[in-house]
């Protein structure tokens, strides 16, 4: 593991120093805000997730890949809690379960989440190869790639503000609001389609029920904790697929229709209207349910592929194939590059 962790360490730093090198063309047309979004980085995040194995639950590699993500947003200048909880599988399993709660700008009074969920689906139920239905996933696109592009949005927004608070100032090189970033646990132990048993909501999402059950505390400005207050949530979920398009989900529309309308134009602003297309997707359970049942608007930032025969979520979906063969830095480029456009660019 101390071979894969260095060999990563390598890999990202090579791939900082290209993104840092690289040159970024800004038109009238396209007036990017704030940070360059990292692609490479974004996808060596990605596959450092992937290098433990599926972070399946109760398993090590689901524990080391915990202790790596909390350290790489402690690198990137944020604050770092976990929220630890048993929690019941469908099955009647008990889940050693960890939300991994990472605070930029943590006393800002005003605070939003962006999240994803870490852990990786037991079972490979919907793989072409039946004999394949109880194997474990990967989950480089369903699981790694939310939480890769939340961690280079934490390590280019510490970066950009550090370089330029001298230059530009503080106030503009700095985000006035907080940001949570949020990574969900035993969000894909959902009942498994090979089980002999009628499917369930409940049994999705666990780790972001137990965290709209349990929203975390923050020591707003002037001190004294309060439950955090936040204005809104933008989940990423699959962000980093092969062919990805995202439409508008139907829970987000209901809910967050004012955050979508916005993060859709962001997308349009910095060039990518071809990727996130303004038609109406599905409706899907996903963490973002039990947030905006709590109060929170929450959007979901999920693919949808309507003339997909193996699935709306895509041909790698729940199957052996959702690894890093099928990860595309075009599309984490386009999510990671339409939220610094959101955050930087756009009133909210």
Same mark, same amino acid.
């Given at each position: 593991?101390?071979?894969?962790?260095?060999?990563?360490?390598?890999?990202?730093?090579?791939?900082?120093?290209?993104?840092?090198?690289?040159?970024?063309?800004?038109?009238?047309?396209?007036?990017?805000?704030?940070?360059?979004?990292?692609?490479?980085?974004?996808?060596?995040?990605?596959?450092?997730?992937?290098?433990?194995?599926?972070?399946?639950?109760?398993?090590?590699?689901?524990?080391?890949?915990?202790?790596?993500?909390?350290?790489?947003?402690?690198?990137?200048?944020?604050?770092?809690?976990?929220?630890?909880?048993?929690?019941?599988?469908?099955?009647?399993?008990?889940?050693?379960?960890?939300?991994?709660?990472?605070?930029?700008?943590?006393?800002?009074?005003?605070?939003?989440?962006?999240?994803?969920?870490?852990?990786?689906?037991?079972?490979?139920?919907?793989?072409?190869?039946?004999?394949?239905?109880?194997?474990?996933?990967?989950?480089?696109?369903?699981?790694?790639?939310?939480?890769?592009?939340?961690?280079?949005?934490?390590?280019?927004?510490?970066?950009?503000?550090?370089?330029?608070?001298?230059?530009?100032?503080?106030?503009?090189?700095?985000?006035?609001?907080?940001?949570?970033?949020?990574?969900?646990? =035993?969000? *894909?132990?959902?009942?498994?389609? /090979?089980?002999?048993? @009628? $499917?369930?909501?409940?049994?999705?999402?666990?780790? !972001? %029920?137990?965290?709209?059950?349990?929203?975390?505390?923050?020591?707003?400005?002037?001190?004294?904790?309060?439950?955090?207050?936040?204005?809104?949530?933008?989940?990423?979920?699959?962000?980093?697929?092969?062919?990805?398009?995202?439409?508008?989900?139907?829970?987000?529309?209901?809910? =967050?229709? *004012?955050?979508?309308?916005?993060? /859709?134009?962001?997308? @349009? $602003?910095?060039?990518?209207?071809?990727?996130?297309? !303004? %038609?109406?997707?599905?409706?899907?359970?996903?963490?973002?349910?039990?947030?905006?049942?709590?109060?929170?608007?929450?959007?979901?930032?999920?693919?949808?592929?309507?003339?997909?025969?193996?699935?709306?979520?895509?041909?790698?979906?729940?199957?052996?194939?959702?690894?890093?063969?099928?990860? *595309?830095?075009?599309?984490?480029?386009?999510?990671?590059?339409?939220?610094?456009?959101?955050?930087?660019?756009?009133?909210?």
């Amino acid at each position: 593991m101390k071979h894969i962790r260095y060999i990563f360490s390598l890999t990202l730093l090579l791939a900082v120093i290209a993104c840092n090198n690289g040159k970024t063309v800004v038109t009238e047309e396209t007036p990017l805000a704030g940070p360059v979004f990292c692609e490479d980085s974004a996808f060596a995040f990605c596959e450092a997730q992937c290098a433990f194995g599926p972070r399946t639950m109760n398993s090590s590699a689901h524990d080391e890949c915990e202790a790596w993500i909390v350290q790489r947003f402690t690198q990137y200048g944020c604050e770092v809690t976990t929220q630890k909880a048993d929690l019941t599988g469908w099955d009647g399993t008990v889940l050693r379960s960890t939300n991994i709660i990472a605070r930029h700008n943590p006393t800002a009074k005003r605070r939003i989440l962006i999240c994803a969920h870490w852990d990786s689906r037991p079972w490979a139920d919907n793989d072409p190869d039946t004999t394949n239905w109880k194997k474990p996933v990967m989950a480089a696109n369903d699981g790694a790639s939310g939480v890769a592009v939340m961690l280079e949005l934490a390590r280019s927004i510490n970066t950009f503000t550090a370089k330029n608070a001298d230059s530009i100032g503080v106030d503009t090189a700095g985000l006035d609001v907080g940001i949570d970033f949020v990574c969900f646990d =035993a969000e *894909d132990y959902g009942t498994p389609s /090979w089980a002999d048993r @009628q $499917d369930s909501e409940d049994t999705w999402a666990l780790g !972001a %029920q137990h965290f709209a059950r349990n929203l975390p505390t923050t020591t707003a400005q002037g001190g004294g904790d309060t439950v955090a207050p936040y204005a809104f949530g933008i989940l990423l979920d699959m962000v980093g697929g092969q062919g990805a398009r995202f439409y508008h989900e139907g829970l987000s529309k209901h809910y =967050a229709p *004012d955050v979508l309308q916005k993060v /859709w134009q962001a997308a @349009q $602003d910095a060039g990518y209207s071809a990727l996130f297309t !303004a %038609q109406d997707g599905g409706t899907v359970t996903d963490d973002h349910k039990p947030l905006n049942e709590a109060g929170i608007p929450t959007i979901d930032i999920i693919p949808y592929y309507p003339d997909c025969e193996q699935s709306a979520f895509g041909p790698t979906w729940h199957t052996l194939q959702d690894d890093m063969n099928h990860i *595309d830095r075009s599309t984490l480029k386009a999510v990671g590059q339409t939220l610094v456009q959101f955050l930087y660019g756009m009133e909210y």
